[in-house]
């Protein structure tokens, strides 16, 4: 499986500030998925980040609010902008090939908005 | 929309089967998933099934998928103190992400 690291891996933020979250993978991936996980809640599913293409949003998630980058099949980011309290949560980045169904998590970035 | 329901809770005798239940909406599922998240850290990838298989065995993991009725589960044989933790069904693959039960609580009593 690969191996990936998240960075910062906590952070407490200011309201109205941003936050950029690094996601490194030590091996080439087709696909990097970024996922929220708020206090005592299920994951849901952010955006699909491919490389050579704009990020694909779900509903409910905007690009003016979590914009993301996926400059190689390495490395991605998830900015999380203009912060409020109610973006307090857990931010894991994911990654998958496109001829495995398996898919593997980052430790996550637990950010705090105060 | 797509809907992913669990149990929020499971308590078992340590040495006893846990057998952790999930049902799911999307007939289109390709995979179906199951993670455990232990207190504090990240999401382990314990085993996964294709949608067209009825079972799949992994030392003692079992998952049962019953496709008619939408039904995925999970037994762990010989339940220990150390597979105390989240267990999140989940169902997608390939492009897409995955969506995500909200995870049971699996209580493991001496």
């Known amino acids: 499986s690969a191996v990936i690291s998240q960075k910062p891996s906590r952070d407490i933020c200011q309201r109205g500030t941003s936050l950029t979250i690094q996601c490194q993978v030590d091996?080439?991936?087709?696909?990097m998925f970024w996922y929220r996980q708020q206090p005592g809640q299920s994951l849901t599913l952010i955006a699909t980040?491919?490389?050579?293409?704009?990020?694909?949003?779900e509903s409910g998630f905007v690009i003016d609010k979590f914009p993301i980058s996926r400059p190689n099949l390495t490395f991605s980011t998830l900015t999380v902008s203009n912060m409020s309290p109610e973006d307090s949560s857990i931010y894991l980045c994911?990654?998958?090939?496109?001829?495995?169904?398996?898919?593997?998590f980052g430790p996550g970035t637990r950010l705090t908005v105060t | 929309g797509e809907d992913v329901e669990q149990s929020l809770f499971l308590s078992v005798r340590e040495g006893d089967s846990s057998v952790i239940n999930c049902t799911y909406t999307?007939?289109?599922?390709?995979?179906l998933y199951w993670y455990k998240q232990e207190p504090g850290a990240g999401l382990q990838l314990l085993t996964y099934i294709f949608s067209n298989m009825d079972m799949k065995q992994d030392q003692r993991l079992t998952v049962l998928l019953n496709k008619k009725d939408k039904h995925l589960s999970l037994r762990i044989a010989d339940t220990q103190t150390g597979d105390s933790a989240i267990y999140f069904c989940?169902?997608?693959?390939?492009?897409?992400?995955?969506?995500f039960g909200k995870g049971t609580h699996l209580i493991i009593q001496p």
């Open positions: 980040a491919n490389q050579g293409s704009e990020a694909t949003y």
């Open positions: 091996s080439q991936v087709t696909m």
């Open positions: 999307d007939s289109s599922s390709t995979y």
């Open positions: 989940a169902e997608g693959g390939g492009a897409d992400g995955l969506t």
């Open positions: 994911s990654v998958g090939q496109g001829d495995s169904y398996e898919q593997y």
